[in-house]
Structure formats: C-alpha cells, structure tokens
C-alpha cells in the first residue's frame, strides 16, 4: 500500500507542474490608434514632440481655465503597440508621470489611475483641454477628427465639446 502511494505523489506533483506551464489563453489583441503611422500622422507626432515644451509649462504655471492635461503615449512589448490618452500629472526626472484612464494590455500594472513613468520619446501628442472645451495640442486628435465624416464629426463635437484652437 505504501509502495503504490510513494508513486503516485510523483506522478501528481509532475502532473501539477506540467499543468502550471501550460501555455495560458492567447493574448488580447492590442488596441493601436495610429500603429501605422502614415506621412501626415508623423508630421503630427513630430510637431507634438516638438512642442511638448508648452505642456510642461502648463504643468508647472497650471492657469484655473484648464479641465485636463493629457499626454498620448505609446506602449510596446515586442512587436505590439498600443497607443492610449492618459492625464499628465508632472515632469520628473526628465519623465512624464502620467495616470492611466484606461488599462493597458501590453505594460503589467498600467490600470486605471495607476501612475506611469513615461519617457518623452514615447509621447506621441500631448493635449491642453479648458473647461470653455478649447482644445490646445492634440496634433494627432486633429487629424483622425478632419478624416471622419461630416456625421461622426457631428457626433464627436457632441459627445467631447471639443473646439480646436489654432496653433
């Protein structure tokens, strides 16, 4: 009796281990908003980059007009992207500290108000919204509003308030 049991707990312990290596569900499909960037939506990105200087002076002189700064930022892991709006809460250490609003797949620990370090070079756009809905910034946001219809463009000005202001 006790032969037959000495073998069975290594039988059960490599059954327990093969079933923990097991390969998990497939991944989620990563959400890219411009994974693809085309030669308009570069220039965007480039004159996002280019001017991140005046959100950070937002941030360090905040006016009582602002609602909300933001800060769209690329996520990778291997060759997935995924690209997601967060609020920009300070300029530390030559990096954004940003509060996620939306949960990232592809970055463990990128949950909803959780506090992310970002590196400027994985900004793509930074936006300065007011509470009248000017939106300053938002060089990418720009372009995906002029490619929608003139129905879907209704129906954003509806839903955000958004007034694009002049660069």
């Not at 049991?5 to 059954?15: D, G, S, T």
């Not at 093969?18 to 497939?26: E, F, G, K, M, T």
């Not at 570069?42 to 933001?70: E, F, G, I």
């Not at 992207?81 to 300070?90: L, R, Y």
Request: neutral net charge; aromatic residues 10%.
């Amino acid at each position: 009796m006790y032969k037959a049991l000495r073998l069975k707990i290594p039988f059960i312990a490599v059954l327990f281990l093969v079933a923990a290596c097991a390969p998990s569900a497939p991944p989620p499909t990563p959400i890219a908003t411009i994974a693809n960037l085309d030669e308009e939506m570069t220039l965007a990105v480039h004159q996002a980059q280019d001017s991140l200087y005046r959100l950070r002076q937002a941030m360090l002189s905040p006016k009582p007009s602002y609602k909300l700064l933001s800060v769209k930022v690329r996520f990778q892991s291997n060759n997935n992207i995924e690209d997601m709006w967060t609020e920009a809460v300070e300029f530390y250490d030559d990096k954004y500290v940003v509060r996620m609003v939306e949960g990232v797949t592809l970055e463990l620990g990128a949950h909803p108000d959780r506090l992310v370090e970002v590196p400027p070079k994985n900004v793509l756009d930074w936006m300065i919204l007011e509470k009248d809905g000017s939106v300053f910034g938002g060089y990418t946001l720009r372009i995906e509003y002029q490619r929608m219809t003139p129905v879907q463009q209704k129906r954003f000005d509806e839903v955000t308030g958004y007034k694009f202001q002049k660069q």
